[in-house]
């Protein structure tokens, strides 16, 4: 049971298990993520077979955003740990039929399943859940507000390149102001102490984005990318959000103006790690021969990260 009861009677989620956003999450909680999430990297990518600790257990992907990374690694990295899983879309639901977020979970609980997989676009979706069901649950993105097992995937790429994160530099470039990557990544990486330097139009960063700083680390805007091409640790390049009208504040040079052309990529140091969410609009924020640089993209190496990453934060929610 993932409820205990208060004194007065209310119920109270038991701390640890549901993985909802990084903000505020304890730094020694991340590392310890981070560390697990390593350590399951060489069975994440199949080169030594996983221990079968979540052999029995059911866990549902309620995904009624579309989605090929994070769902297909979720599916993955539950098949590895021995549990049995069950995808449902909004297509293929009674969402279609008007069945809101939380009955559909709901219902979906009672069938037994041990944890919740939740994608939305419901802003706080993920933890409106976890308030109506007893399961664990996981946010695997909703809305604007956050991603926290990209962010896991990202800071384990990074750590993997550039060892300890404390003091790094790293900007994150493109339509901030709708990614839940941006914000959860940003949040991930000022608490491991980096530095985070936001870069985007000033249309698609939002006023004040620097305040989300809440650890040792920090954050500072640019609209000028040129001006930091140089001086950074790592860059993640971020997808232009057509379907959240983010075309409405992006010119029609912003490839010159913002993307990670050939010309950019050799201004940056040796060895810079380039990363990307994906899905990447390849000639719009990065140039085809930039993404497929097997020296400095991680592009492929954050999609390996993903499937360890969420093969820990399943074994957090659910191997008790």
Known sequence: MRL???????????????FLAIEGLPASELRRLLDHAEALLPAAVGDVRAEARLAGRVVANLFFEDSTRTRV???IAAKRLGADIVNLGASGSSASKGETLVDTARNIEAMGVDAIVVRTAISGGAALVARHVECPVI???????????QALLDALALRIRL???TGKRVAIVGDIANSRVARSATHALVTLGSHVVVVGPPALVPVGFEELATGPG???????IDSI????????????????????????DYRSTYGLTAVRRNKLRPGTPILHPGPVNR?????????????DSVILAQVSCGVAARMAVLLRAIDR
């Open 229 to 252: 091409i140089g001086d950074i640790d790592a860059i993640m390049m971020l997808r232009v959000q057509m379907e959240r009208a983010a075309g409405n504040g992006i010119a029609p």
């Open 163 to 165: 060892g300890d994160l």
């Open 139 to 149: 946010n695997a993105g909703d809305g604007r507000h956050e991603h926290p097992t």
């Open 283 to 295: 000639g719009v924020e990065i140039d085809d021969i930039v993404a497929d640089d097997n020296r």
């Open 218 to 224: 920090s954050i500072t805007i640019s609209h000028d």
């Open 4 to 18: 205990i009861q208060r004194t007065n009677g209310t119920e109270l989620s038991s701390p640890g298990r549901d």
């Open 73 to 75: 690694s979720f599916e």
